[in-house]
């Protein structure tokens, strides 16, 4: 049965945004003590400033990209995200979230963004459907399907378990999947795409139920840290 959401909102991730993020690294560096450098380096990408994440970017794509860093450009040992989508879960094991709507104001946020579109209710299909697509656009950019899937929950607080896949570069892990927004109560869950240095975590474990769809087992805990260790701070 599909897990319910109260709330999605995303715009689609295209192949021109995920090539952007890839070749973010590898930019000019723009020094983030200069401010009249790093300004005149988003007008020049069409990108803005955004407040929906900490010391966050619009990228001229629409999306929103924070970094480990104030400017993200030519930082090959930062990690940026790019999120296309944010969800608002229910925990059907929280009787006071299962019909919680208090979140709903900040959901609007995200749907007025310009070429966003909100889904109320939604479901876990839903956001998998996003998550889909957002991977069809990265493997048209890297030519390769990802390395490794994986269905689980252990990068958000609350909501339904959803697909986590890994790409590698030479340089960089490529995750696509939710991850906790760290925001208000940390209820909501980006729907995001990370590009972070493979030093988080060099090596890149099996996953004994890849591909499978199934749920998260104790025996795909290394992939499940792997993971963690590239998204989260």
Not at 76 to 87: D, I, P, S
Request: hydrophobic letters at 40%; charged letters at 20%; a negative charge.
């Amino acid at each position: 049965m599909p897990i319910p959401v109260h709330a999605l909102a995303h715009r689609p991730l295209t192949a021109e945004a995920v090539a952007e993020l890839v070749a973010l690294p590898y930019a000019l560096p723009v020094d983030e003590d200069d401010d009249a450098a790093v300004e005149a380096e988003l007008r020049r990408r069409g990108w803005q400033w955004e407040d929906l994440v900490c010391e966050s970017f619009r990228t001229g794509h629409g999306h929103v990209l924070c970094s480990d860093v104030f400017s993200p450009f030519g930082e090959l040992k930062a990690r940026a995200f790019l999120v296309f989508g944010e969800m608002y879960p229910v925990d059907p094991d929280d009787e006071r979230m299962v019909n919680g709507t208090w979140l709903n104001g900040y959901m609007e946020g995200w749907e007025q963004l310009p070429g966003w579109r909100g889904t109320r209710p939604a479901t876990d299909q839903d956001c998998e459907a996003v998550l889909a697509q957002a991977a069809g656009a990265v493997t048209e950019v890297l030519g390769t399907a990802p390395e490794r899937t994986l269905r689980s929950a252990h990068t958000t607080a609350h909501g339904p378990a959803l697909t986590h896949r890994v790409w590698r570069t030479p340089t960089h892990a490529l995750i696509l999947g939710p991850s906790a927004d760290e925001g208000p109560y940390g209820y909501l869950t980006h729907l995001q795409l990370s590009a972070t240095p493979l030093s988080c975590a060099p090596d890149l474990p099996p996953s004994p139920t890849e591909d499978t769809g199934g749920p998260a087992t104790a025996d795909d805990q290394p992939l499940a840290a792997w993971i963690t260790a590239h998204t989260n701070g």
